[in-house]
């Protein structure tokens, strides 16, 4: 009966119970919250994942020194953070030195190749130093003794660096280790001194000056994002099969106290669910507000423009020497009500002592101060300085002309933009540097459309007045157009009323209608492309690097541990010592092996970790090693793939929750630690489950 | 035969290794900055001395002879010094300091000895040889000698560091007065029978005596004449000879007399001053007898006046300045006390203190052996702090007498010690505590006279251990009671002083709306206050880290203990985090901490206006109308004092109650304690909880103390030395947690200097003893005999 449940319900577990539903509740509200309230965008999201899962490997490779030394020793490698900073200091000096000597440079690959040799070598030494001298021959006294000793050891080989070299932090040099020049063009340019033209070089891939920047059409948002939803059903599914298999088979009651009995037997597959299924609301909720918080600048049109994608840009993008002509001024404008429009043409029609609308800050600003003898007043929106207008609290706005006119058009006010601009910010069609042929056409054709009164038409039509005076004299007298064929232009649809999409999903708009017609005149085809909605990724091609390296590292481990005699030793050593010294297995040279493994790993993983943070210092390895050990403990300790997966884990929540929870960065130590303790209350074998003998458990 | 092994090469390599890691690091340049002998032997000296002769006693064999020994260390001496040599050699050629910032020019002329050439290098190799030769030779010493020997040279070592803050202790009046008062109490007490009140009673008789002499001795007037005990000592120097056949004279008609006149008791006297009066051959044969006597009287006499000779050829510097001295001591409290009082009054002063003094003396003839071992080892203390104070530093002779007092403490005090312990065990229970009583009390007076007697470096030094120890304590009742290994002790630390810092200081609540940053800090006090004073606030403070102890300890008292270490260090990270934090900055002051923690105040005004009714105590009720202020480091002290009191009472009743049983039944193994009955969580729960509330304490106290508390007082490190200091003095022991806490945290503060290589020495330490001695410096009688029995199991396995 649900009665005896309750009885045997202990004060300890109502308030590990309690801690547990309250952190629980805490982590959904604040992640749906976040997600609801568009705080948290996608691109943040994809950001932080790739983030996360480079550091999620650094930690996973760390994490596997002490799942393995765990697995055969019983015994916490404190020291293990610094064989991890051990290999790299050692490394800084390698690299720093070839550096010097211009090593670094000629031959990169081979160089950091070298630096991981010798990182991974220092490590090694002083893993093997470390187990020969502190743990050995403390192998059978009581576990507290040898985890003692690992504090006094990380703590000595800590001081030791310190000593030895110095308290200052040491910075890694720059290694630029292009590649694939021919798939990333765009990404790095060098100016070739011969010829002057530029080049491209390629992917930086270790320490990129610029990052990459990748961006995410709003098809590919879409899949990226159907991906993280369909595994997260897929999980959710498949635990809750499982789950529902074991309600059927363990016979609950059903009283909301066995179902809270039953529960409590299966937290974790109960937890992820719950946790799946807050990614997918979340992910469903924020979608609205993703595609809000994705407007984009002009720079990636430009970027891809550079990158030869489109032949031209027409998005509103000014520009001091364009070879172009500009096609429109959108320098601010003064703005008046319908009935005012005909006494007041311009900016001189203005009595002295008229008060003007402006939203405070920006171009506009600096145009309402130019204007004589005329009192400004600021809002801090357009709409409120136009509503000013429109009630008579002021005699005119200024405002930047697009801006007004979406405005007017989308609060359907009674006011109408007046006069030319008082600051001239004209914009022209910024074309591909291969492209340079097309400004003769272009600009031809925009002489010839406004010469026919398309170009004016075109204007009426999205600014509702007459187009301002072009700085030059429309000139008709149409020499014959070169021959283009077709013309492929970037736009940003998200900047009414220069380019906007129709509800029906058209792009249309003053420039649209403007290109549409000069097409028509020079006789060519045009194809537009949109990017509106895509994610703008901003990534140092390093995390790729570092994830990929260990992901491999991995694998090169699983592979030795399963399938070579000595991981079979080891495998066999970690079972039952004794049995394995009978079988004919030297006990001693497997942990040593054991050591070297965890170590080289911990080595490398210390040159990658210093690749992408530059610095190195005698305590770097205090950290990153408490959080291995936290990734271990999260896989589940002695489990190679456990570790793994910990390390991910840790990384990608590391990176994800703080924002995602609306919580300060400087408390994601806590929310790592805090992590570990839920996970060793309510899945003490952590999330895969500990490998151990039965005799240890 | 000489054979010389290779593991002699192979020792020298790892001590030649351990050296240049030592070099490298700059410890040997930073070291001979600090003189442990004044003018000789500087500290990096000692450390090569120390390794050469280390090197050489490792490569000798326990079966070598002389030569066997002294050629085998020779060579790992040697190769010692080679190594240095070759390093020196390479860092000359080579520009190491891009690497090795500390291979400075001044530390390679050091090793090259300041020589140009190969000299300074050959010199290097051979001062290895000789020395390792020696420490092969040592070998030879049987190891109670050898203890001995290291253990005075440790106490040489350990003075001459603290040189500068020990040396205006006690001056060589007090000292000789305290010692000539209470030695010949205890020589006169032993002699004299074994029941408590004899010993007293002599002991006493015997102090009031001396105590009387030197007040007679000591000058009648003014400072000028002070002179006079210095005038007896030169005297005394000048007619060595003449003094030694006095002596010998003296003895020899002592003997004679003794015998002739069968005096037994007589005898008895002198043996127990240490004169070993032979016993007589035949009774009847008086004639034989008494001569016999006299040519050992002759001997003994001869020996002893050598003896002082030589104690004053080591005293030259310290008599030189005798009468200097006294006029100098003249500020220091106790020679004021008793030398500034005229006529009657000095002696009846002198006469009271000597009969105290020298009836503790003779309380230590019946004392058991504990008592008696602390009673010489302060006799020793005050020996060698007067010495060092009379020569102000610690030179060549003073450096030979102390190692002398040493030395000799050690060989008299182990038979005197058993023979006291012998007497004390004859004696009934109800006087056996008396001896413990009075022990006690004189602890206990000790202990309240260290502010008056210790300047307030050396206080401020001691409140610092005191704190340590207090929550070493606790930590020890968690993790050497219980077997809990908690990385996260410093997060209860700083819930006890946060708690403190927030509950004393004044917030915008007590000011009346204002912020306190608002208000000028030397007006603030007048304005407002915090909710609380620190009396009310340190219970909440020591509450609030028990719960915070519970509320840890529910979730993660049911792992394993490896796991619980980590879990623990993650959550005394998170509360610093969390302190650290801006979200709580509101709350917590963030990076800026929390100030202007008022002091402890005592408000005893009430008692003031009765008081001042009473004859005589006006004075006192004069000084309770302002309330007391514990500010400084010496008012502070008694208020760690008491905390460790406490602290080690609890401890103390704790580890025999039953909980305490119940603890060390689940540290040796949960699964058999489980089986026993005793409720796993409920109990880890006690422990952790009761250690959380020490430390609780213990951050009341740090942050009323210091006045302001910052989150990076909290670190990790904290936990780590505390830890050591109870492994380091053995996991269960609550002597040992202090002895931990003056090696840890005294030793360190006393050589800041040095404190660039404190937490490498720790990490050391750590890894050391756990290898070496994992049951600590003093560990639990448990734990001793345990290792004990070990010992002599493997012993006898490998006979």
Redesign the interface.
């Known amino acids: 009966m649900g009665l005896r449940f309750l009885r045997r319900l202990t004060l300890?577990n109502v308030?590990?119970w309690g801690?547990g539903l309250a952190m629980l509740a805490f982590v959904v509200i604040r992640a749906v919250g976040n997600l609801a309230s568009g705080a948290y965008g996608f691109d943040t999201f994809i950001r932080q994942l790739i983030f996360g899962l480079a550091q999620g490997g650094i930690y996973a490779l760390i994490a596997l020194g002490y799942t393995l030394v765990y697995g055969i020793l019983f015994?916490?490698n404190f020291a293990h953070g610094e064989v991890f900073m051990s290999g790299t200091y050692i490394g800084y000096?390698v690299i720093a030195a070839m550096d010097e000597s211009g090593f670094l440079e000629e031959h990169t690959l081979l160089a950091v190749t070298v630096v991981f040799l010798v990182a991974m070598a220092t490590s090694v030494i002083v893993a093997v130093l470390l187990e020969r001298?502190?743990y050995r021959?403390?192998r059978k006294?009581p576990?507290?003794?040898?985890?003692?000793?690992a504090?006094?050891?990380?703590?000595?080989?800590?001081?030791?660096f310190?000593?030895?070299?110095?308290t200052g932090t040491k910075n890694y040099p720059n290694v630029h280790l292009y590649v694939l020049p021919q798939v990333f063009g765009d990404l790095e340019w060098a100016v070739d001194p011969e010829t002057g033209r530029r080049v491209a070089l390629g992917l930086d891939l270790i320490s990129g000056r610029y990052p990459v920047t990748l961006w995410i059409s709003p098809w590919g948002a879409v899949i990226i994002r159907a991906v993280v939803i369909a595994a997260a059903v897929a999980l959710a599914v498949y635990l809750g099969l499982r789950l529902s298999r074991k309600f059927k088979e363990s016979e609950v009651e059903l009283s909301p106290l066995g179902i809270l009995k039953w529960a409590s037997n299966n937290l974790t597959p109960v937890i992820t669910i719950l946790i799946m299924a807050v990614l997918v609301v979340g992910q469903l909720w924020s979608l609205p507000g993703d595609l809000q918080a994705a407007q984009m600048g002009d720079e990636w049109l430009i970027h891809r423009l550079d990158g030869g994608d489109f032949d031209a840009v027409m998005a509103g993008i000014s520009s001091d020497d364009a070879q172009t002509l500009s096609y429109l001024d959108v320098g601010p404008v003064l703005v008046v009500r319908e009935d005012d429009a005909e006494t007041i043409t311009g900016p001189d029609d203005l009595r002295p002592g008229s008060r003007v609308a402006v939203t405070n800050g920006g171009l506009a600003e600096e145009a309402a101060h130019r204007l004589d003898g005329v009192e400004v007043v600021t809002f801090h929106s357009t709409k409120d300085a136009f509503l000013a207008v429109l009630y008579g609290e002021v005699d005119a706005a200024v405002e930047e002309l697009p801006v007004a006119a979406r405005e007017i058009e989308y609060w359907r006010m009674e006011l109408v933009p007046v006069g030319a601009p008082i600051i001239e910010r004209p914009v022209a069609i910024a074309l591909s540097p291969n492209r340079d042929d097309l400004a003769e056409v272009l600009n031809h054709a925009l002489h010839a459309v406004v010469a026919n009164g398309e170009y004016a038409k075109a204007y009426r039509r999205w600014f509702g007045v007459e187009p301002a005076e072009l700085p030059f004299e429309p000139d008709a007298s149409g020499e014959s157009y070169p021959d283009v064929d077709l013309i492929v232009i970037g736009i940003n649809a998200n900047q009414p009323p220069l380019t906007t999409l129709r509800e029906t999903g058209d792009i249309d708009g003053f420039e649209v209608d403007l290109m549409e017609a000069m097409a028509e005149e020079a006789g060519f085809e045009i194809r537009w492309v949109d990017v509106t909605g895509s994610i703008k990724l901003i990534i140092r091609p390093i995390y790729f690097l570092v994830f990929v390296a260990a992901v491999l590292m991995m694998l090169g481990l699983f592979w030795f541990v399963q399938y070579t005699k000595a991981g079979k030793a080891m495998r066999a050593v970690a079972e039952d010592k004794e049995v394995a010294a009978l079988m004919g297995i030297d006990v001693d040279r497997v942990i040593v092996t054991t050591f070297v493994l965890g170590a080289a790993l911990a080595g490398a993983a210390g040159v990658l970790f210093a690749l992408y943070t530059r610095q190195v210092t005698h305590t770097m390895g205090f950290i990153p090693g408490?959080k291995a050990?936290?990734a271990a403990?999260l896989g589940g300790i002695g489990n190679i793939p456990g570790a793994m997966f910990g390390g991910f884990f840790l990384g990608l929540v590391e990176s994800v929750a703080p924002a995602l929870l609306g919580?300060?960065p400087?408390?994601k130590?806590?929310i790592?630690?805090?992590l570990?303790?839920m996970v060793?209350?309510f899945r003490?074998t952590g999330i895969l489950g500990e490998v151990l003998s039965e005799k240890k458990a | 035969m000489l054979a010389i092994r290779r593991k002699s090469l192979t020792t020298g390599a790892l001590f030649g290794g351990v050296t240049l890691f030592l070099v490298a690091i700059g410890t040997f340049l930073v070291f001979s900055g600090k003189y442990v002998i004044s003018g000789a032997v500087s500290l990096s000296d000692a450390l090569l001395l120390m390794i050469l002769a280390g090197a050489g006693f490792v490569a000798a064999a326990a079966g070598d002879d002389a030569g066997n020994a002294a050629a085998n260390g020779a060579v790992s001496g040697a190769t010692v010094g080679t190594f240095v040599a070759v390093f020196t050699l390479l860092a000359r050629s080579v520009n190491l300091r891009q690497i090795f910032p500390n291979v400075s020019p001044e530390l390679i002329n050091l090793l090259s000895f300041g020589q140009e050439g190969v000299g300074g290098l050959m010199l290097m190799v051979i001062l290895g040889a000789t020395a390792g030769a020696l420490g092969g030779l040592a070998r030879l010493v049987p190891p109670r000698q050898m203890g001995i020997v290291l253990f005075a040279g440790a106490i040489v070592l350990v003075v001459g560091l603290l040189q500068n803050a020990i040396e205006d202790l006690v001056t060589l009046v007090d000292a000789t007065i305290l010692l000539s008062t209470g030695g010949v109490g205890y020589v006169i007490a032993r002699s004299r029978g074994s029941e408590l009140a004899d010993s007293l009673g002599y002991g006493a008789l015997a102090g009031l005596v001396v105590a009387l002499l030197v007040a007679i001795t000591l000058p009648l007037g003014g400072p000028e004449d002070n002179a006079l005990i210095g005038e007896v000592m030169i005297w005394l120097q000048g007619n060595a000879i003449a003094v030694v056949i006095a002596i010998a004279v003296l003895g020899a008609v002592l003997g004679v007399i003794a015998r002739v006149t069968g005096q037994a008791e007589f005898d008895e006297v002198l043996r127990g001053m240490g004169v070993p009066i032979p016993r007589p051959r035949r009774e009847d044969d008086k004639t034989l007898n008494a001569i016999l006597a006299g040519i050992s009287g002759v001997l003994i006499g001869l020996v002893a006046g050598l003896v002082l000779l030589l104690l004053m050829a080591a005293l030259i510097p310290m008599q030189r300045e005798f009468a200097s001295m006294i006029t100098k001591s003249e500020s220091d409290l106790l020679s004021a006390f008793w030398l500034g009082k005229e006529g009657v009054g000095r002696f009846v002063v002198m006469a009271l203190l000597g009969a105290i003094v020298g009836a503790l003396g003779g309380m230590l003839t019946v004392a058991s052996g504990a008592v008696h071992s602390a009673g010489l080892s302060l006799v020793s203390t005050i020996m060698i702090l007067g010495v060092l104070q009379s020569a102000g530093e610690v030179n060549v002779p003073v450096a030979i007498a102390i190692a002398g007092i040493v030395v000799f403490v050690q060989v008299a005090g182990r038979s005197t010690s058993m023979e006291a312990a012998t007497r004390y065990n004859k004696m009934p229970e109800g006087k056996r505590r008396t001896v413990n009583l009075l022990g006690l009390i004189v602890a206990a007076f000790l202990l309240l006279m260290v502010p008056q007697v210790f300047n307030q470096y050396i206080t401020s030094v001691l409140d610092l251990v005191g704190l340590y120890t207090m929550m070493g304590l606790g930590l020890n009742i968690v993790v050497g009671y219980a077997g809990l290994l908690d990385l996260g002790y410093v997060a209860f630390f700083a819930i006890g002083a946060y708690i403190t810092g927030i509950l004393t200081t004044p917030n915008l609540v007590t000011c009346g709306g204002v912020r306190p940053e608002a208000i000028d800090p030397a007006m603030i006090g007048q304005v407002c206050t915090g909710v609380t004073t620190f009396w009310v606030a340190w219970p909440v403070a020591m509450l609030a880290a028990a719960l915070a102890g519970i509320l840890l300890g529910i979730p993660v008292l049911r792992m394993r203990g490896d796991y619980l270490a980590i879990v623990t260090l993650g959550f005394g990270e998170i509360i610093r985090l969390i302190a650290l934090s801006d979200t709580f900055a509101d709350y917590l002051g963030g990076a800026q901490g929390i100030t202007q923690i008022p002091s402890p105040m005592i408000n005893l005004s009430a008692l003031a206006g009765p008081l001042s009714s009473v004859p005589f105590l006006e004075g006192l009720a004069e000084r309770l109308r302002e309330p007391i202020v514990l500010t400084s480091a010496n008012e502070i002290y008694y208020l760690i004092l008491a905390g460790v009191l406490i602290a080690a009472f609890v401890s103390f009743r704790l580890s025999g109650s039953r909980l305490g049983r119940a603890w060390m039944a689940m540290r040796e193994d949960e699964d058999v304690a489980q089986a026993m009955g005793i409720n796993l969580v409920n109990v880890k729960l006690l422990a952790f909880t009761t250690g959380a509330a020490f430390s609780g304490i213990g951050g009341a106290v740090f942050g009323s103390w210091l006045h302001s508390i910052f989150p990076n007082s909290f670190t990790l490190l904290v936990s780590i030395n505390i830890l050591c200091l109870i492994i380091i003095g053995g996991m269960g022991s609550i002597p040992g947690v202090l002895i931990g806490a003056f090696v840890l945290i005294g030793l360190p503060e006393a050589l800041r200097e040095f404190a660039d290589y404190r937490l490498l020495a720790f990490g050391a330490l750590l890894v050391i003893m756990m290898l070496v001695k994992p049951a600590g410096l003093m560990p639990p009688p448990v734990r001793r005999l345990e290792a004990e029995a070990e010992a002599i199991a493997q012993e006898e396995e490998g006979a």
Request: aromatic share 10%.
């Open positions: 300890t308030i590990i801690m015994m916490i000096f001298i502190a021959p403390l006294a576990r507290l003794v040898p985890l003692i000793t504090i006094g050891a990380s703590l000595f080989l800590q001081q030791a310190r000593g030895l070299f110095g408490l050990f936290t403990v919580i300060a400087q408390l130590d806590v790592s630690f805090g570990l303790v060793l209350i003490p």
